[in-house]
């Protein structure tokens, strides 16, 4: 093992070649990572439009920021188990359920009665350390179709600072560039505020797949539908901003609450892969159980206050579909909690108090 | 047990290639996974659980091969500066690869996701939720990931340097098989 000495040229450009792997190796991991790509749609350029938005928070989800948890649980009756494999699907299973109702938006001291849209978010606990997570929404479509028409959308409807609106020209120029928004904005034109939580009907607005015993794959989307009959609204509940809460805790009070897991069931053509689009009246529908929900707490010190509701936290038995929203808002949820538990984590005091009402 | 050899044993060398691709694998879908909200998000989050997981069980294998044949001798004529600092970034690398893995198992849990290996296969939860835990370990396992990607680029020139300006052998006892016994 002598050194050899190689000739003075010959040993510069020995280095260079070292240099150059070492920058390429370099260079090549910065570019995945997004910081030589200002335009990539990342996690956190979604976070930060929703921060630029309703501005930080601290402590709490940066959407759908205002919300309250509430426990209770799932009776299957076996309906669904030809379809899925997953054992929450079992005739006579009850499994444990963790659930967040919420408004949209980023302010958790939004006022109840101006969004038209209530969303509720369940996480089934099922026997064998697996789980599901569902986060849907009371509406019968998404507004658009992919994360970077959401993130133009989010950027369009950023409040004006003096107003506090958002811009009429600009929100009117996103919705004609996407036409994908007309049956979210004929439905928005017509739809009623509820007056609860409860009576409402909520969507997993995006599509799964149910993977049966035999391995045969079953396209879904689910939602709940209420057993309280729908009321809209009342003037009395538009003066106050926590009526949302209130309503629930009073309906607690007087009993557990229901709704039916309904189970449509796609034909082979139905778009699985574009949440603006309903599929036909005529499919197939499944009840596959009762959803019962038995109290209701703050989420300052709720249950729910550490649950990140990712739609692909999935059991076996149940999988994400081609629609690319589900992978975004995987990423983007991800993003927002590992932002709310840091500051959780860093303040003295909690810091997801309830408005007081 | 720390025999002197020329070169690395044959399981040293088919260890330290493997997991040479599935590390750098893993930092590059690593960094890439929390980078994008396309599809792309998903796989590369259903391949980093369970080949990271792979790695843990394969840095064991390789600690246990390195202790049972040890390793070749550096160079007599290194200076004494490199020679401390091989020692230690091998061992920075040994624990970064032993940690890691953990790390990103215990923030799983701490963070109360099931930690999912392959559909149907969920691994135990180390710790109980926690959000104050999972938070440390998420920034933990993010800059610890960085560190881990500078030091195999300071390995990979110091392997480089031995094995183009040196060209005393170093570089050979991890690619070449044992010539004189």
Redesign the interface.
């Known amino acids: 093992?002598t050194?050899?000495t190689?000739p003075p040229l010959n040993?510069i450009f020995?280095?260079t070649?070292?240099g150059l792997?070492?920058a390429i190796?370099?260079t090549?991991?910065a570019y995945?990572?997004?910081w030589l790509d200002p335009g990539?749609?990342?996690?956190?350029r979604?976070i930060n439009t929703l921060e630029d938005n309703a501005g930080v928070h601290e402590g709490y989800r940066r959407n759908h920021a205002k919300g309250y948890c509430v426990v209770g649980r799932f009776e299957s009756n076996g309906n669904a188990a030809s379809l899925s494999r997953a054992s929450v699907f079992e005739a006579g299973q009850q499994s444990p359920l963790i659930g967040r109702f919420a408004i949209p938006g980023g302010n958790p001291n939004a006022n109840d009665g101006m969004p038209p849209i209530r969303s509720f978010a369940l996480q089934f606990q099922l026997s064998?350390?697996?789980?599901w997570r569902t986060a849907m929404n009371a509406m019968p479509v998404f507004p658009v179709s992919t994360?970077q028409a959401f993130w133009e959308l989010l950027k369009a409807s950023r409040p004006d600072s003096k107003s506090g609106k958002p811009d009429a020209a600009k929100m009117s120029a996103f919705f004609a560039d996407h036409p994908e928004t007309k049956p979210f904005l004929a439905w928005a034109k017509t739809a009623q505020r509820s007056s609860s939580f409860v009576n409402v009907d909520y969507n997993s607005l995006d599509a799964f797949r149910f993977?049966d015993a035999a391995g045969t794959t079953h396209f879904v989307r689910w939602g709940l539908v209420p057993e309280a009959p729908f009321t809209a609204m009342t003037d009395a509940q538009k003066q106050d901003p926590d009526f949302l809460s209130k309503d629930l805790r009073e309906r607690l009070e007087q009993g557990p609450q229901r709704w039916h897991l309904i189970v449509t069931v796609a034909n082979p053509g139905d778009p699985t892969n574009d949440a603006t689009l309903v599929w036909p009246e005529d499919r197939r529908q499944i009840d596959a159980g009762v959803v019962t929900i038995e109290s209701a707490q703050a989420q300052a010190d709720g249950p729910c206050?550490?649950?990140?509701y990712?739609p692909?936290?999935l059991?076996?038995?149940i999988?994400?579909s081609?629609d690319?929203l589900?992978?975004?808002r995987?990423?983007?949820y991800?993003?927002s909690?590992?932002r709310r538990?840091?500051e959780?984590?860093?303040s003295a005091t909690p810091s997801t108090q309830e408005p007081q009402s | 047990m720390n025999s002197r050899t020329a070169t690395f044993s044959v399981p040293a060398r088919l260890l330290h290639w493997s997991m040479a691709i599935m590390v750098m694998s893993m930092?590059?879908i690593g960094?890439?996974?929390?980078?994008?909200?396309?599809?792309?998000?998903?796989w590369l989050?259903q391949l980093h659980k369970p080949l990271g997981i792979a790695i843990l069980a394969l840095v064991i294998v390789r600690l246990l091969v390195r202790w049972r044949h040890g390793t070749p001798a550096l160079?007599a004529?290194l200076p004494p500066w490199q020679r401390a600092a091989a020692h230690l970034s091998h061992w920075v690398l040994y624990a970064l690869m032993l940690a890691m893995p953990l790390i990103g198992w215990t923030m799983l849990s701490a963070?109360?996701?099931?930690v999912?290996l392959y559909?149907?296969i969920?691994l135990?939860?180390l710790v109980s939720?926690?959000?104050?835990l999972?938070?440390?370990l998420?920034?933990a396992h993010t800059w610890l990931a960085l560190s881990l990607?500078a030091v195999i680029?300071i390995h990979?020139?110091a392997a480089?340097?031995h094995g183009?300006?040196?060209?005393?052998?170093v570089l050979a006892s991890m690619t070449k098989g044992q010539k004189h016994p």
């Open positions: 093992m050194l050899k190689p040993t020995r280095f070649v070292i792997v070492i190796l370099a090549a991991f995945v990572g997004g990539r749609l990342t996690p956190d979604m064998n350390d697996e789980q994360p993977i206050r550490d649950i990140n990712d692909l936290v059991p076996d038995g999988a994400g081609d690319p589900l992978s975004a995987s990423a983007a991800s993003e909690y590992n538990t840091r959780e984590a860093e | 930092l590059f960094i890439g996974m929390v980078a994008t909200v396309s599809e792309r998000h998903v989050v160079p004529d963070g109360g996701y099931p999912t559909s149907g969920t135990p939860d939720p926690s959000a104050t999972y938070s440390a998420r920034f990607f680029l990979l020139t480089l340097y183009l300006i040196r060209r005393d052998g």
